[in-house]
Nanobody, 124 residues
Framework: QVQLVESGGGLVQAGGSLKLSCATS????????MGWFRQAPGKEREFVAS????????IYADSVKGRFTISRDYAKQLLYLQMNSLKPEDTAVYYC?????????????????WGQGTQVTVSS
């Protein structure tokens, strides 16, 4: 069983930055793609960004392109999401997830393990 633990969420003003981290409990998980999703109150969970197991291929939702950057530290089994120029509409619970395969993926059905989530609140 793989456990994912997110951290780094919080309250920030519009235009500010936050960096989320996700720790993976098992080294055997290192050959899988990873992703970030988010869910705002009253809305469905949506894809944010994904990265393949090597860290060489990334995918972003149009709403975050140019503002968010996904990265991973292969040796430390850490996943990151650097969020810049935050907007109130970025307010949500952010989840990291491990993909079924080594490639990056944008559909939540392509992920098998999920973290508990970390709250990000952007004030206007």
């Amino acid at each position: 069983q793989v456990q994912l633990v997110e951290s780094g969420g919080g309250l920030v003003q519009a235009g500010g930055s936050l960096k989320l981290s996700c720790a993976t409990s098992r080294r055997a998980a290192s050959n899988n793609g990873m992703g970030w999703f988010r869910q705002a109150p009253g809305k469905e969970r949506e894809f944010v960004a994904s990265i393949d197991w090597r860290g060489g291929s990334t995918i972003y939702a149009d709403s975050v392109k140019g503002r968010f950057t996904i990265s991973r530290d292969y040796a430390k089994q850490l996943l990151y999401l650097q969020m810049n120029s935050l907007k109130p509409e970025d307010t949500a619970v952010y989840y990291c997830a491990q993909a079924l395969r080594s490639s990056s993926a944008s559909q939540d059905t392509e992920y098998r393990y999920w973290g508990q989530g970390t709250q990000v609140t952007v004030s206007s």
